[in-house]
C-alpha cells in the first residue's frame, strides 16, 4: 500500500534507504524487532500506518485508500510476489484482488503473470538487434522465440488482457510495475502486445519505468 502525497520526499527517502547497502538487513532487522517489543511496534506503526501499510486486511486498506482520497492523495494497493512459481495460481490470485480492491490500481509484477525465462529471452533477443529501442516496438521478434516460449508469451498477453478488463469492470486499473530493469525490453513488448490485444478506448493498464542515476547526466539511463 502506497499513499502518494504532496510531500514524497519523506517516502522517498525511506523508500531509497532500502536500496542502501545493509538497508534491507535493517529494515528487517527493525520488522522483527517491532514483532517482540511494543515500543519498536508503536514506532514503526506511527511510521508505516496509513502510509505504506493501509491495514491488516484488504478491507482496512480501502477504507484507508477512501480516507485519504478526500484529502486528494491517489493511493495503489501493492501485494505480491516477484516471481511466481506457479504462474496461473499466481494470476488467479491477481484478478481476485484486482475485483475486490474496489476501484483502486493494483500493481503487478511481470515476473509473477509472465513465465521468467521467456522474459529473459526476449529482453536478450531485443538488446542483441541493431536497433534495440526499436525492436521493443517490433513484435516480429517474438516470432523467434522458442515454440515454448512463444506459447508462455502468448499466455502471458492472455492473462493482462483479462487483468485489464478485471480493472475496467471494478472501476480501477492495472499498473505493470517492472523492478528488474534488465527485463524492461521484454516487459515494454509484452504490455505493447496486451494493449494491442485489448483495444479499449478507457485508460486502465499503465506501465513504470526505473531511472537510474549514476555520477553524472551522461550516466542517466531509462
Do not use: N
Request: hydrophobic share 50%; charged share 25%; net charge negative.
Amino acid at each position: 500500500f502506497h499513499a502518494i502525497d504532496a510531500t514524497p520526499a519523506r517516502w522517498t527517502q525511506v523508500m531509497s534507504a532500502l536500496r542502501l547497502p545493509g538497508g534491507t538487513a535493517i529494515a528487517q532487522s527493525t520488522l522483527q524487532a517491532a514483532t517482540t517489543s511494543s515500543v519498536a511496534a508503536s514506532l514503526v506503526g506511527a511510521a508505516a500506518e496509513g502510509r505504506f501499510v493501509g491495514g491488516a486486511t484488504l478491507e482496512d486498506a480501502k477504507r484507508t485508500a477512501a480516507a485519504l482520497a478526500e484529502d486528494g492523495i491517489a493511493t495503489i494497493v501493492d501485494h505480491g510476489v516477484e516471481e511466481a512459481d506457479d504462474v496461473q495460481l499466481e494470476l488467479a490470485r491477481k484478478r481476485q484482488l484486482v475485483a475486490a480492491a474496489g476501484g483502486l490500481t493494483v500493481p503487478i509484477k511481470p515476473t509473477a503473470v509472465a513465465d521468467g525465462a521467456m522474459l529473459r529471452a526476449l529482453a536478450d533477443l531485443i538488446q542483441q538487434a541493431p536497433e534495440p529501442d526499436a525492436a521493443r516496438l517490433d513484435g516480429e521478434l517474438v516470432t523467434q522465440l522458442s515454440e515454448e516460449h512463444r506459447k508462455h508469451f502468448d499466455d502471458a498477453v492472455e492473462g493482462l488482457v483479462r487483468l485489464a478488463r478485471d480493472a475496467e469492470a471494478a472501476g480501477g486499473a492495472l499498473l505493470l510495475d517492472a523492478e528488474m530493469t534488465d527485463l524492461q525490453p521484454a516487459v515494454d513488448r509484452l504490455f505493447l502486445s496486451a494493449l494491442e490485444a485489448w483495444a479499449a478506448d478507457a485508460d486502465r493498464a499503465f506501465a513504470t519505468y526505473a531511472a537510474v542515476w549514476k555520477s553524472t547526466s551522461e550516466f542517466c539511463y531509462f
